[in-house]
């Protein structure tokens, strides 16, 4: 299994620059590779939106509300991906989670087979 940490967030100002970072640690065994890893959003009353995702080959995409202002990016080797929030506004107000898809583990000599989680959240709040 897998857990994913997260840390960052909490009340910013508008025009703020946080950070975000999530952490996936196996609980058993090792991580020996995660595929894709992305942060997604959900405000209150709305669906889980995607922000941003980067590829192990570090390929990168946004959704077109954040471009331009967010930075996605990741170090495979501390399987630890980040997001730079930069001139944040009010409407980005929401939970943020980090995703791991396709994560391979492998545990007592066997390789398990790949599988997604979620981190537990964190909120972000712009206040204006």
């Known amino acids: 299994q897998v857990q994913l940490v997260q840390s960052g967030g909490g009340l910013v100002q508008a025009g703020g620059s946080p950070r975000l970072s999530c952490t996936a640690y196996?609980?058993?065994?090792?991580?020996?590779?995660?595929?894709?890893m992305a942060w997604y959003r959900q405000a209150p009353g709305n669906q889980r939106t995607l922000v941003a995702t980067?590829?192990?080959?570090?390929?990168?995409q946004y959704a077109d509300f954040v471009q331009g202002r967010f930075t996605i990016s990741r170090d495979s080797a501390r399987n630890t991906v980040y997001l730079q929030m930069n001139s944040l506004k009010a409407e980005d107000t929401a939970v943020y989670y980090c995703?791991?898809?396709?994560?391979?583990?492998?545990?007592?000599?066997?390789?398990?087979?790949?599988?997604?989680?979620w981190g537990p959240g964190t909120q972000v709040t712009v206040s204006s």
């Open positions: 995703y791991a898809a396709d994560v391979d583990t492998l545990s007592g000599g066997t390789i398990n087979s790949p599988a997604n989680y």
């Open positions: 196996a609980t058993s065994g090792r991580i020996f590779g995660i595929s894709t």
């Open positions: 980067v590829t192990n080959s570090g390929n990168t």
